[in-house]
């Protein structure tokens, strides 16, 4: 599978045209760190300590990019398939592991699980299950930074999928006319669950090919090149930033396992699967800073504090407790309890 991929010039950046080395560092350790929590996660759905999830091994290089350059104030929509977004945001391996295992030191004290991550503390808004569910309220959070003069930027993270979803033309439409800083990321990783999107969309870039009916520019990038993905990150932040509205990236990318951590992934082709594999984001970043001078000490000291990280968050989430059953009835609205309200 070949994609023809539109690269925009990088922003803020160092004179080479590359982005800071302070920033270059900081994605290469957050995709390390995403990649072997997922690994974590993953063994530990193998050994029946979890149930189901959707991992991001192989996404990894778009939530780094967007992790390092968002700041607080600064909000996050996710998909179901959030783990990496969420720790891009700064959320604590520990309790999200935790969360993830349904356990009461998780970050939502173990009622939220794999597919419903939040953190507002962190500018987490939440991962998603209903596809395309979160779009329009993204733009809800832009609309509010719009209202009330700040400069805080949210960012909506959603598949290809989605973009066959009304909530996504609705979102856009909405985002487009009231020129909200909102960026909307399209990561296309060809699968929309077990059906390939191409199957089942009359454009050939479900997300980019639409951005005109909303007057937006068509942003195809290679969502597995790490300084690719910070150029448009970059560009479109500093474009909602400064009021100029919202954008619109369709990153093009490929998981390695299938839809869910249940699903071994027959549907792909073992050569299309193979091709992508070698197109894996982290090697690639790796050789890419050497070839900038970062030394193997030092990025082997990076690979080795990602792996401890992850498995001190897989045995901190194992050995926590189960929540009490007294916690049934908390927090299921906003003011911490259950009692309806009319």
């Known amino acids: 599978m070949t994609d023809t991929l539109t690269n925009p010039g990088v922003t803020g950046t160092s004179g080479d045209g590359a982005p800071p080395h302070d920033d270059r560092l900081a994605m290469h350790r957050m995709m390390l760190e995403i990649r072997y929590f997922e690994e974590a996660w993953t063994r530990l759905f193998h050994r029946g300590a979890t149930g189901p999830g959707h991992s991001s091994i192989g996404m990894e290089a778009i939530a780094a990019a967007f992790g390092t350059l968002m700041r607080p104030g600064d909000s996050t929509y996710a998909t179901y398939r959030g783990h990496a977004h969420t720790l891009a945001r700064g959320v604590p391996a520990d309790a999200t592991m935790a969360e993830l295992l349904g356990r009461a030191t998780g970050i939502n004290g173990g009622k939220g699980g794999s597919m419903h991550l939040t953190s507002v503390e962190h500018g987490m808004m939440g991962s998603y299950a209903i596809v395309g569910a979160h ?32 909530a996504f033309h609705e979102a856009l439409n909405l985002a487009a006319t009231w020129s909200l800083p909102v960026v909307y990321v399209c990561e296309n990783n060809h699968y929309m669950e077990y059906t390939a999107i191409s199957e089942v969309t009359a454009v050939p870039r479900p997300a980019a090919d639409r951005a005109a009916a909303y007057g937006l520019d068509a942003i195809v990038v290679d969502g597995n090149d790490a300084d690719v993905m910070y150029a448009a990150a970059d560009a479109a932040i500093a474009r909602a930033r400064s009021g100029a509205g919202p954008s619109l990236i369709e990153a093009i990318t490929y998981r390695h396992l299938g839809h869910a951590s249940s699903d071994p992934g027959k549907y792909r082709p073992a050569d299309e699967v193979e091709e992508w594999k070698g197109r894996d984001p982290i090697p690639a970043y790796r050789e890419r800073l050497r070839d900038a001078g970062v ?24 050995e926590s407790p189960l929540p009490s059953v007294d916690g049934v009835d908390k927090n299921v609205w906003a003011d911490g309890g259950s009692a309806w309200r009319r």
Do not use: H, S
């Open 295 to 318: 030394g193997a000490d030092e990025l082997d000291a990076m690979e080795q504090q990602a792996r401890e990280m992850a498995d001190k968050a897989a045995t901190f989430a194992v």
């Open 135 to 166: 779009l329009p309220i993204a733009a809800g959070t832009a609309l509010a930074a719009k209202y009330r003069g700040t400069d805080d930027v949210t960012v909506c993270f959603f598949g290809d999928g989605a973009t066959n979803i009304g």
